[in-house]
């Protein structure tokens, strides 16, 4: 039965899958591999039965043959010739006076291509030194520029823990790191303390922050008062590796209070809220009611008013010939009346008729001048309305036929 082999080419290297396939092999074995770029030999770190995750069983190859002794010695001989290559290579670039700095060369396992791994700030015209290595060695050759990262990655340094770099121990792929993550790791941003041997964010401050950003989705605001069982506090500070929050109330001294029971410890107001909500929902409603039965009331009164007034006027104006009213009693009570012609008997109705005609003639009469602008009659001075006086006075011709002698 086959077995997934996790294999590396070098020690700071990536893990790759491959399957056993009719080999026995076991944890430390070297063996030959063909991959994209040739044969490699490689040492098997993993040997397991599961294939993982993120590897599909048609992207899994099968190793070519375990590795014998010829090929172990090949191997060395390879180590050896990188680090001839090396001081070659670093020569080679003083004397051009290149702005880049030799990191590691690797040489393949048939020694069909060899890589020379650099840093440098910017861009580098290397074309003539590929002429020299090409010319030395006989074979492919690529010049790679890599990071600092990668570069302490392969050289391998003591990190500010006291122990060997995470990135060269068992990092294979370098995770993106933001001040964000120190910030909310409550750490001083001071560069010296965050920074590592490469002069970049610590790797390590993106193995916890998973943890610190469950603890702090399950925390208070800080600086954000609260009404608890201890009255109003306020929140003063958090601790991650305690799992407690430190809060400061209104008299007293600072109480430290665990995350988990912070939820039992904030005083319940749900049901008080509740209560002045529905007081306060019925008080609107009460003062609504009396509102609209005020306004009611003024409906009713206010245009009585001025139905009466206008009523009155009206009738001053105007009356229907079959109706007889009068004006003046109208006008002085302001509410209905009962017109004397109803009150008189049948012997006076006659002069009443006749009086309250004359008046309403009268008024027309008045109208009839306003609209052509004249000078109102006696019932309408009789309101205390202004006069309007004439703006032009007519000269009396004399006649033709008068001359003074």
Known sequence: MSQVLGV????????YYFSSGPFVVCEGHSVIVKTEQGMGLGKVFVVQQDLPEDVSEESLKTIYRLAGDEDLESEAENRDLSRVAHRFCKDCIDRQKLDMKLVDVEVFFDRSKMIFYFTAPGRIDFRELVKELVK???TRIELRQIGVRHETQMLGAIGNCGQIC????????FMPVTIRMAKEQNLFLNPTKISGICGRLLCCLSFEQDNYEDFHRKCPKIGKRYNTVHGSVRVTRSNFFRNALTVLPEEGEEIEISLDEWPDILRQQAPARGGRGDSAEQEPEENSRSSRTNMGNKAKVVPGRDNQSSRGKATAQSVPENRSVDVSAEEGAGT???????????ADKADVTASADQKTGAAVKDGDAQKKGGRPGPAREAKGAKTRRPTRRRRKRKPSGSRKN
């Open 336 to 346: 209905d009346s009962v017109s004397p012609v109803e009150k008189s008997g049948p």
């Open 136 to 138: 030395e060695y006989r």
């Open 166 to 173: 995470c990135c060269r121990r068992f990092m294979r792929k």
């Open 8 to 15: 590396k080419f070098n020690d700071f290297g990536q893990i």
